[in-house]
C-alpha cells in the first residue's frame, strides 16, 4: 500500500500529476480519493490512473463534454440511407447516359477510318470492295463497342463506284443501353444514326 501526500508527484510514462491525500492500492490497481473535488482522468497512453488537483476549467468541460457525446440514432441513420439512395438514384443514370454518349466517338471513328482505307483501295484496283479485309478493315471499332462492319453498295447499287458502311452497337459495358443503336457512312459523305430509325447526322 502507497500513501500520497499533497507534496508527492508521480509520472506514469512521462506525464506528471499533482496528487493529494489519496491511497492507491496497488493490487485491486484503484484509487480511492478522499475529497469530492479531486477527479479522476484515464488515458489511453498512460498505464494507470492520474489524480490532478485541482481540476481546471479547461479539464472539468472536457470531461463535460465526452459524457455529451453520443452516436446516432437509427431514425437518423435511416434517414441518411434514404437520402444518399435517392441522391444515387438521380445522379448515376446521368453519369451513364452521358459516359455511353461518350463512346459513340468510338464507332463513328471506325467509320472514318472504314471510308479512308475504301478509298485507298479503290485508288488501287478501280473498285470498292464489300469484303473489309480485302482493304485491311476491321469489323470491331477500336475500343470494341461497335462491331459487325459491314459494307453494302451505295444508292448506285454498284460498288465499284459507291458504298454504304453500318456498324452497330455492342454489349460491352451495356453500351446497347445507348440510345443511338448504330451509325451509318456512304460514299457521298453522308452519315446517318440508328435512334429509333435512321436519321441524318451523328450525334
Not at 489519496?22 to 492520474?50: D, E, Q
Not at 465526452?66 to 440514432?73: E, I, L
Not at 454489349?171 to 445507348?178: A, I, V
Request: include cysteine; aromatic fraction near 8%; charge should be positive.
Amino acid at each position: 500500500m502507497i500513501v500520497l501526500t499533497p507534496s508527492t508527484c508521480l509520472v506514469f510514462h512521462h506525464h506528471p500529476c499533482w496528487c493529494s491525500q489519496a491511497t492507491l492500492m496497488t493490487r485491486a490497481a484503484r484509487f480511492s480519493v478522499t475529497k469530492s473535488t479531486y477527479w479522476l482522468v484515464l488515458r489511453k497512453n498512460v498505464i494507470g490512473m492520474i489524480i490532478s488537483y485541482p481540476p481546471t476549467g479547461k479539464r472539468l468541460l472536457m470531461i463535460k463534454s465526452r459524457n455529451k457525446m453520443r452516436g446516432f440514432t437509427l431514425i437518423e441513420l435511416m434517414v441518411v440511407i434514404v437520402i444518399v439512395g435517392i441522391l444515387a438514384a438521380i445522379a448515376y443514370p446521368q453519369y451513364a447516359d452521358s459516359v455511353r454518349k461518350g463512346r459513340r466517338n468510338d464507332g463513328m471513328s471506325a467509320l472514318l477510318d472504314a471510308a479512308q482505307k475504301l478509298d485507298v483501295y479503290r485508288a488501287r484496283t478501280a473498285s470498292y470492295t464489300q469484303i473489309p479485309a480485302e482493304a485491311n478493315i476491321g469489323t470491331t471499332s477500336p475500343n470494341g463497342y461497335y462491331d459487325g462492319l459491314a459494307i453494302t453498295p451505295g444508292a448506285c447499287g454498284d460498288i465499284t463506284n459507291c458504298y454504304s458502311i453500318e456498324i452497330n452497337v455492342t454489349t460491352k459495358d451495356r453500351q446497347n443501353e445507348d440510345d443511338v443503336t448504330a451509325y451509318r457512312l456512304n460514299s457521298a459523305g453522308v452519315k446517318e444514326r440508328n435512334e429509333g430509325g435512321w436519321t441524318e447526322g451523328w450525334k
